[in-house]
């Protein structure tokens, strides 16, 4: 029996199987998992109906179950119709989940074609697609080294 709050049988399966370096995207609803992704990435869907699940929930889920290295997230834009004047609402909502989390990583923004090619490499192993409707809501997560 499990002991960790991650109980999805296949996310478990991939994310066992990962080792120090591979990452983990939680995808927000609007991403476009099909074509955005490593070589080697499984794409699991968790989007129900909009809204349910969230990737902040999916985070938590996973936060429970591997060590973390290093958390970036997509950079809103400025300028444009999906320009944002400060950070999006969800952010907040990860620095949390991180900080009970007992993390010691900071969220990184990275510039969203950056981000795009940071997903798109041979490390990435999982993406979990939600139904998140928050804009700029995709995390990637790197696994750690577990140290106990």
Not at 105 to 110: D, Q
């Amino acid at each position: 029996m499990l002991r960790h709050q991650l109980i999805h049988p296949q996310i478990n399966a991939i994310l066992g199987s990962a080792g120090h370096h591979a990452t983990i995207l939680i995808a927000d609803g609007n991403y476009p998992a099909s074509s955005k992704k490593g070589p080697n990435a499984e794409v699991i869907s968790l989007n129900l109906m909009p809204g349910v699940v969230t990737c902040n929930q999916v985070l938590q889920a996973i936060l429970s179950a591997i060590p973390v290295e290093s958390i970036q997230t997509m950079m809103h834009e400025t300028s444009g119709p999906y320009a944002l004047a400060e950070d999006p609402p969800v952010w907040a909502e990860y620095r949390e989940t991180i900080q009970r989390a007992e993390l010691d990583v900071e969220l990184e923004a990275i510039e969203k074609w950056d981000f795009y090619k940071a997903v798109a490499t041979d490390d990435h192993v999982l993406t979990v697609q939600t139904a998140d409707q928050q804009r700029y809501a995709n995390i990637l997560l790197q696994v750690g080294v577990r140290m106990d």
